[in-house]
């Protein structure tokens, strides 16, 4: 079955640092670029990183410095490390994976930063 399955989601103290991991299979891992997104209430889904078929990676201003994505092509996953955590990073967070030809969304998974 082609599909991404993130998990690792969890409520978190400001200051925290939380891992997200997303699990791939079904489909060639190697050639497709990963990419994480979140969405919280009320606003459009925003792209927070992108690391390419090399391991080129990129950050949305919002998290540069305090996010790291890392892929691990033995056990096909995706990983987020997110450092510093603020309550602005609350939202869902969506693991894709996109090629020439397919573009794959996982289920999401929930990151609540709270005092």
């Known amino acids: 079955q082609v599909q991404v399955v993130e998990s690792g989601g969890d409520l978190v103290q400001p200051g925290s640092s939380l891992r997200l991991s997303c699990a791939a299979s079904g489909f060639t891992f190697t050639v497709f670029t990963m990419r994480w997104y979140r969405q919280a209430p009320g606003r459009e889904r925003e792209l927070v990183a992108t690391?390419?078929?090399?391991?080129?990676?990129t950050y949305a201003d919002s998290v540069k410095g305090r996010f790291a994505i890392s892929r691990h092509a033995a056990n096909q996953t995706v990983t987020l490390q997110m450092n510093s955590l603020v309550s602005e990073d609350t939202a869902v967070y969506f693991c894709?994976?996109?090629?020439?030809?397919?573009?794959?969304w996982g289920q999401g998974t929930q990151v609540t930063v709270s005092s």
């Open positions: 894709n994976a996109r090629s020439l030809t397919r573009d794959i």
């Open positions: 690391i390419g078929r090399n391991g080129e990676t």
